[in-house]
């Protein structure tokens, strides 16, 4: 019997459509498991990833009229019950965080989900405070305040973020439309209270009769085409994937979802080459408990601060509680990891007021004491030199265990579709967390394929076809390749700590601020009118 | 892609307007991504140039004289022997979605769209289902996605080529609803021979009769016709698509899509079969069955391929080149 290496090089040797016959997790043996002969179970859509990405898919998909009755399956390693019971009582946050664009909220609201998510648990913000550590120059974001603008390359960054506040506060001002999420730049929501909410509103789903079948604590033990049939008259499944599950389920699949997160192996099964490359930056990330404002506010903002080894931001949560996210070296962030709670709470305040060099300083001397080294490094660095906004909090402390890091990559697949499979969310493309983009651009895919979807089930399309499923690639692919490449190069020309890039990046930034008049244009687009509070 | 080069500098010395016309309607997307709307077409057409120099056919005729009799085959009148081997060649390539059904591929959506429209004003039951016949349906591509409808009470699906019936019924083992009992039935005959097929005379009777780019490949399209509508039940819809006889779709469809660029293969159409919509429209008139009322008894819609974005419907496009036609057969007690 050949060796697994010797397999797996035989198997690349293939060409690419017969290389896309097999997949399987590297646990099981696959030589000595002969394909069961038994039929697999038919599904219209067999899911793999309970991540926010499949389960809105999914929700969406048993919402909308066209496509409620379909026999879907989504498997996930994960226990699926039990997530929320996790974070319910306490105060304790969950350091996995994403900030839900106003779009995102939209589609969430369309589907049934939101009204499942626990709202004491979220924190809308309204304003977004954005400087350059190095260069010192600012820029504010306030969809209420038309005098507050933005421009230069965030700007225009956000101008093209799908639902991204620049967009939502344009059409703020065009409708004037007060509602519950006017002047909200985004809101912070735990993935767990998020992914909680998605599987309540699938179960209330299967209580009208369309569910979905749960397969959860499910690891996917293989992938394969469906064997040739046995007669000239049987249905045909060659060209189906047929999942295999460690108790030995097979699930036929007419469309195979792969929202599998970024080592999805759908992907790899499908063959679909992801280009990029790794950052050499991970994302730390931890949950803060801030000093109550000495004015309470119903106002929340968050803040971002370049620094040349990489952009930290502080998003704001509930109960003067704020989530943490520090792209940085993987050696300071090993660092980071490793210090005591007091000096790493320190070192997240030195991360927003002090010079890049002092904090370096500090980060290579992980003995020093932090706190004492803030009482006199403090007053020498006035705000006025940093540009550190007025009204940054104080960070008290370091909620325990929820400091942790993970490698940054961009990755993006070269489609995300082939025949009778489709992939999204973190599955298709990885993204610098710089600009709190990944979830949602995961969930705006997962809008657009099951719209079309629907549109291919209204039209009696098969819709594991490439003429249905193209469409969906066609839709998401060069959007998302735009976001992509704008939060790409935003990394890039902020990751630089001196020279021409620098002085450039702060021209651009401040001649946007000076010029009120244009960023009142920008941001309150039809001009004129009573925008604002 | 090979041919751009000398097709598009063959396509450059036509004239402006002609250029335009034919760059709408057959270009690929690669040569010409972000060509206009193809609304202004009536205008700009080379109409002057080219009208008259085929002969019309006239309807009355057509009906006046029965088919000339040839040797009976089970595949009869309605049927011409030209057709059929030329559509077995195509048989391999009809599910190929780059192939040259490529087009037919893209435009059957417009088709589930135009019956909605047909329907939008019966007082139906909502979930009521509904029995289709589908005549001339080659590989299948309206027949199969009819049979997934949810409003569909199975498909009959007719076509006298043998070798596109194989086609279609090898294709539809793919998808394994298709072939769950009375959803899909494929039957290789000519429409005036089913009873042979199906002796049934209540197994005849369709609440939708299709005919999907049809009847310009069609000899003698007014007894066709007829048999078309011997299958409907009454309050039934005959609804089918075809090419209006107009120098634009000689243009478009004989000489760019099938001679200069090959989208189709050669011999596809014959444009001296194509039909005009006020012909068939008058011989609906002539057919006391049918129910010719605009909107509750007759629709029609224009259709525009434009390279890069599909099909498109285009208001008043049906003289000039693709069109759709229903027409609803009256109802028992009223209409
Ligand atoms: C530090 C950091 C900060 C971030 N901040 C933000 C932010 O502010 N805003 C934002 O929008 N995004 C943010 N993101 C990104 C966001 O977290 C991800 O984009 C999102 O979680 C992706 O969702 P998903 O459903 O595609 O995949 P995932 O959440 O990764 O879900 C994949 C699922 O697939 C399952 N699975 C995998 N393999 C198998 C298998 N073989 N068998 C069965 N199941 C399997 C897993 O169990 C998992 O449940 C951040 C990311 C990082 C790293």
């Not at chain 1, 097979?250 to 080459?273: E, K, M, Q, W």
């Not at chain 1, 060069?478 to 702060?506: E, F």
Request: with cysteine.
């Amino acid at each position: 019997m050949p060796s697994r290496p010797l397999l797996l090089k035989r198997l690349l040797a293939l060409p690419p459509t017969l290389r896309r016959s097999f997949w399987s997790s590297s646990s099981t043996n696959t030589t000595t498991t002969p394909p069961s002969p038994s039929q697999p179970e038919l599904y219209d859509i067999v899911c793999v990833g309970g991540g926010p990405a499949g389960l809105s898919f999914l929700a969406a998909l048993h919402s909308h009229p066209a496509t409620r009755s379909l026999k879907t399956a989504l498997i996930d390693t994960q226990d699926l019950t039990t997530s929320r019971s996790a974070n319910d009582a306490n105060d304790a946050y969950s350091n996995r965080c994403s900030s839900l664009t106003p779009a995102s909220l939209r589609f969430l609201k369309d589907i049934g989900a939101w009204e499942h998510v626990d709202r004491r648990r979220v924190q809308p913000y309204h304003a977004m405070d954005v400087w350059d550590g190095v260069s010192g120059s600012r820029m504010h974001f306030d969809p209420m305040d038309r005098e507050g603008g933005a421009g230069g390359l965030l700007g225009s960054l956000a101008e093209m973020l799908p639902g991204s506040r620049f967009q939502a506060s344009r059409r703020k001002y065009e409708t004037a439309g007060m509602e519950e999420e006017a002047g909200v730049v985004a809101t912070m929501c735990e993935n767990m209270n998020l992914t909680a909410a998605l599987l309540q509103r699938l179960k209330e789903l299967q209580k009208e009769g369309t569910g979905v079948k749960m397969l959860d604590k499910t690891k996917v033990d293989s992938i394969q085409l469906g064997s040739a049939p046995a007669s000239d008259t049987a249905p045909d499944l060659s060209q189906w994937p047929v999942v295999t599950t460690p108790t030995g389920d097979r699930l036929a699949a007419r469309v195979l979802i792969g929202a599998d997160g970024a080592n999805s192996p759908v992907r790899t099964f499908a063959n679909i080459p992801a280009h990029g490359w790794d950052y050499n930056q991970h994302g730390v990330v931890a949950t803060l408990t801030l000093a109550p404002p000495s004015t309470p506010t119903p106002f929340h903002t968050a803040y971002q601060r370049f620094l040349p080894t990489g952009p930290i931001a502080l998003l704001p949560l509930p109960n003067n509680q704020a989530s943490l996210v520090w792209s940085t070296t993987p050696h300071h962030a090993q660092t980071l990891k490793t210090l005591s709670p007091t000096n790493f709470t320190a070192a997240i305040t030195a991360a927003f007021h002090l010079l890049p060099t002092d904090l370096t300083h500090l980060l290579t001397h992980p003995n020093l004491s932090y706190p004492s080294e803030l009482t006199w490094r403090l007053p020498a660095t006035p705000a006025k030199t940093t540009n550190l906004p007025a009204n940054f909090p104080t960070i008290t402390h370091l909620q325990e265990n929820t400091r942790a890091a993970f490698p940054l990559r961009y990755r993006h697949a070269s489609t995300y579709t082939s025949p009778h499979l489709a992939l999204l969310g973190d599955a298709a493309h990885t993204i610098h967390p710089l600009a709190g983009q990944g979830l949602n651009l995961g969930l705006a895919d997962a809008r657009a394929l099951a719209h079309v979807l629907a549109d291919g089930v209204q039209h009696g399309m098969d819709i594991g076809t490439e003429g249905c499923l193209d469409s969906y690639s066609a839709e998401r692919w060069g959007r998302n390749n735009a976001v992509l490449g704008a939060v790409d190069k935003l990394q890039k020309v902020y990751s630089v700590g001196s020279g021409p890039v620098v002085w450039g990046r702060s021209l651009g930034v401040e001649v946007f601020e000076r010029l009120g008049g244009l960023k009142g244009l920008v941001m309150g687009a039809a001009g004129g009118g009573s925008g604002g509070r | 892609m090979a041919s751009t080069c000398p097709t598009t500098s063959r396509l450059l010395q036509l004239p402006a307007a002609v250029r335009r016309v034919a760059l709408c309607q057959t270009l690929t997307p690669t040569v010409l991504r972000a060509s206009p709307i193809a609304t202004s077409f009536g205008r700009d057409s080379p109409a002057t140039t080219i009208t008259n120099t085929q002969g019309r056919r006239d309807y009355a005729t057509a009906q006046a004289n029965p088919p000339p009799t040839r040797p009976q085959t089970p595949s009869s009148s309605s049927v011409n022997e030209t057709e059929v081997s030329h559509f077995s060649a195509l048989a391999s390539s009809w599910w190929d979605p780059h192939g040259s059904s490529r087009l037919l591929h893209l435009m059957n959506p417009l088709r589930h769209d135009f019956i909605r429209t047909c329907l939008a004003r019966e007082a139906r039951e909502p979930g009521e289902k509904l029995r289709y016949l589908d005549i001339g349906c080659g590989g299948g591509i309206f027949a199969e996605s009819a049979a997934r409808m949810r409003n569909s009470a199975g498909v009959v699906a007719v076509d006298p080529t043998p070798e596109v019936i194989a086609v279609a019924k090898q294709h539809a083992r793919q998808d394994p609803t298709l072939m769950e009992p009375g959803n899909l039935q494929y039957i290789n005959t000519a429409i005036e021979n089913l009873d042979q097929h199906l002796p049934d005379a209540a197994a005849r009777q369709f609440d939708i009769v299709t005919l999907f780019e049809v009847i310009e490949h069609i000899q003698h399209p007014a007894p066709f016709l007829r048999n078309c509508l011997d299958s409907l039940k009454p309050g039934g819809w005959l609804i089918g698509s075809t090419i209006a006889r107009h120098p634009v779709s000689w243009f478009t469809t004989k000489f760019m899509a099938e001679d200069v660029l090959g989208l189709v293969p050669r011999g596809t159409h014959d444009w001296n079969q194509y039909i005009q919509p006020h012909e068939l429209r008058d011989w609906a008139r002539q057919q006391p069955e049918l129910s010719t009322s605009d909107g509750p008894g007759w629709q029609m819609q224009g259709v525009i391929y434009v390279p890069g974005l599909g099909w498109k419907q285009v208001d008043g496009s049906e003289t000039i080149g693709n069109y759709f036609f229903g027409v609803k057969k009256r109802g028992l007690a009223s209409n």
